[in-house]
């Protein structure tokens, strides 16, 4: 699962058939490319290389490319992430976007998005998960700037997969995981983490493999795609430091008596809804994937926040 291996990543290239991925330099535009390029010619750009912004741009280098697969990587926040981040709501987001969206129409490109939990309030009742037609209304700045981006997908695309997806790990760059570790080596007190946030932790890798699945099935329409199951923070923690026998305490406190007006709400949890009614989830518990990924990679991650460390 976490090798990467040629063989994990079956099929044969089809001659002509290319993927076009704007952002490749985000977690799910670098794993996916893995699996694409595998089958298709992938051409792959940073957002800062493509200017999404110029209409003419986009419909003229679309043309050029002339992609069976239009690939838009977001970046996917961490159960850490603060009410309001320092996010601007900016003219690229929905014009962009939709510019993107409208050069996959006029040429035939099945776009893909990548969105996040935060398009909802995250204050239904907990255990209630959210599924896909539930009514998002973000209150954060983050969860605005993914709703602006799925709305212009729904406006302008004609085949679309929009992938909602959260609280993701992945073995490079930071992630929530590593900052738990990071706690439970840089703090000599309890690590202190929040009993009333929840979500699913999800490996990157997963995602992408669910992401082909989806294609593989010629499938349409709006997704949510998590690792089975849920906890809380302070729960992940207490299974991801049993994993890898590192003795630290977890003190669980309540956010809501902290600073009620600061917390971020505390449910996002989403239900693979649509992935079970189509019989293509292939979605697995949080539990199996992180703990073959700290089996994998746990080592290397401690020994990398160490020499950070010095």
């Known amino acids: 699962l976490l090798t990467h291996s040629q063989a994990q990543i079956k099929g044969e290239r089809e001659e002509g058939l290319k993927v076009l991925i704007v952002g490749v330099e985000e977690t799910l535009g670098e794993i996916s490319k893995l699996f694409l390029e595998r089958e298709y010619e992938v051409v792959a750009y940073k957002r800062s290389e493509y200017n999404l912004l110029r209409w003419d741009h986009v419909i003229m280098s679309m043309g050029r490319i002339n992609p069976k697969?239009?690939?838009?990587?977001?970046?996917?926040?961490?159960?850490?992430?603060?009410?309001?981040?320092?996010?601007?709501?900016?003219?690229?987001?929905?014009?962009?976007?939709?510019?993107?969206?409208?050069?996959?129409?006029?040429?035939?490109?099945?776009?893909?998005?990548?969105?996040?939990?935060?398009?909802?309030?995250?204050?239904?009742?907990?255990?209630?998960?959210?599924?896909?037609?539930?009514?998002?209304?973000?209150?954060?700045?983050?969860?605005?700037?993914?709703?602006?981006?799925?709305?212009?997908?729904?406006?302008?695309?004609?085949?679309?997969?929009?992938?909602?997806?959260?609280?993701?790990?992945?073995?490079?760059?930071?992630?929530?995981?590593?900052?738990?570790?990071?706690?439970?080596?840089?703090?000599?007190?309890?690590?202190?983490?929040?009993?009333?946030?929840?979500?699913?932790?999800?490996?990157?890798?997963?995602?992408?493999?669910?992401?082909?699945?989806?294609?593989?099935?010629?499938?349409?329409?709006?997704?949510?795609?998590?690792s089975e199951g849920f906890c809380n923070l302070a729960d992940c923690a207490r299974f991801i430091f049993q994993c890898l026998n590192i003795t630290a305490e977890v003190e669980e406190y309540d956010e809501d008596d902290t600073n009620p007006k600061e917390v971020l709400p505390g449910n996002w949890i989403l239900e693979n809804k649509n992935l079970k009614a189509e019989f293509i989830n292939i979605m697995v518990p949080w539990e199996d994937d992180l703990k073959t990924f700290l089996q994998n990679y746990g080592p290397k991650l401690l020994q990398s926040i160490k020499n950070d460390m010095k």
Do not use: C
């Open 69 to 226: 697969i239009t690939f838009l990587s977001q970046f996917v926040e961490d159960p850490f992430i603060s009410l309001n981040p320092d996010v601007e709501l900016t003219r690229e987001v929905h014009d962009g976007v939709r510019n993107l969206a409208q050069g996959a129409s006029r040429y035939d490109s099945k776009i893909i998005l990548i969105s996040s939990e935060m398009v909802f309030d995250g204050k239904k009742p907990y255990p209630q998960p959210y599924f896909e037609e539930d009514r998002t209304a973000p209150n954060t700045k983050a969860g605005q700037v993914k709703l602006e981006t799925e709305i212009a997908i729904l406006e302008n695309a004609m085949d679309f997969l929009i992938i909602r997806t959260g609280w993701m790990y992945h073995p490079f760059g930071q992630n929530f995981v590593k900052v738990i570790l990071k706690k439970a080596l840089a703090e000599k007190q309890p690590v202190m983490l929040p009993s009333n946030r929840y979500g699913s932790p999800t490996l990157s890798y997963r995602v992408a493999m669910q992401i082909k699945r989806l294609l593989d099935s010629d499938a349409r329409g709006i997704y949510h795609v998590t």
